[in-house]
């Protein structure tokens, strides 16, 4: 049996309002804050241009920037010991996370 090949990366994507907002509706596995699962996977799927926006609608939802994974780190923490992360960081700082 053949295997499929993967698709291929997107590159230069234009993400709209209603998809970065759809990121919020993100469900989190058994025993991962919400918030955080959310956070983290807006940080990993979609560019640093995009980010920013994604934490306004977060904040306007009433969620928590400052939420923790199950080993008590926070997103801002995790993305501070990434290299290139700086306009991540500035985003995450700009609406108001911890350090």
């Known amino acids: 049996m053949a295997l499929k090949k993967d698709k291929a990366k997107v ?15 993100i469900k989190s596995p058994t025993g991962v804050d919400e918030d955080f699962n959310v956070l983290e996977k807006a940080y990993r799927g979609m560019p640093a241009e995009y980010f920013g926006t994604f934490l ?3 904040i306007a939802a009433g969620r928590n920037i400052d939420a923790t994974n199950p080993a008590d780190k ?8 990434h290299a290139e ?11 108001g996370a911890s350090s």
Request: proline letters at 0%.
């Open 11 to 25: 590159l230069d994507e234009v993400l709209d309002e209603q998809r970065i907002q759809s990121f919020l509706d």
């Open 56 to 58: 306004d609608f977060f």
């Open 74 to 81: 926070t997103l801002r923490q995790i993305v501070a010991t």
């Open 85 to 95: 992360s700086q306009d991540y960081l500035d985003a995450l700082d700009h609406h």
